[in-house]
């Protein structure tokens, strides 16, 4: 069970007004350097500086890294998030925008999926082909060599019974 003492130090550091960049991490479960990228490429703004040079961040800067953190963890492209960031940066815009970011994403999701599918079924095939014995005549390494017809072959079979 949490203490109270770690509790009370995560509602302070919620009401917090203002974040070093390793608190703005630890409190947005963002990496140091994922955040240094994100700036880098446009999704967080500059940070305020103090005059020592450090990062200073707000509560708004510490909402968006989370934000960005579940759009990541979704899947979600560094180009879609920033287009659902500017959205949300107008709350009165209709919401289209947006459904068609997560509509594209899920078909693209569905397309990796059914490249996994097959992936999963070539490597079950390749296991299964594996009796032991020398490497010679072992079905996996002769499938890695010829893998183009190997998976290919069983790609157009899966797709089919798909």
């Given at each position: ?60 800067s ?50 990796r ?25 072992c ?21 089919k019974?798909?």
């Amino acid at each position: 069970m949490e203490s109270n003492f770690y509790s009370d130090c995560r509602s302070k550091r919620k009401m917090q007004k203002e974040f070093t960049i390793g608190q703005a991490a630890e409190t947005s479960g963002v990496k140091v350097t994922t955040i240094r990228y994100y700036e880098s490429v446009g999704l967080m703004p500059e940070p305020r500086r103090v005059e020592s040079g450090r990062r200073v961040y707000g509560q708004a800067s510490v909402d968006l890294l989370g934000f960005i953190r579940h759009a990541r963890d979704l899947g979600f492209t560094v180009e879609a998030i920033r287009d659902l960031i500017d959205l949300q940066e107008n709350p009165g815009t209709d919401c289209t925008k947006a459904d068609e970011l997560a509509r594209h994403h899920l078909v693209e999701t569905q397309k990796r999926i059914e490249q996994l599918r097959v992936l999963e079924s070539e490597l079950m095939r390749m296991i299964d082909g594996c009796a032991g014995g020398k490497v010679g005549s072992c079905e996996i390494v002769t499938s890695l060599f010829d893998h183009s017809k190997c998976l290919s072959d069983h790609k157009s079979k899966a797709l089919k019974e798909h």
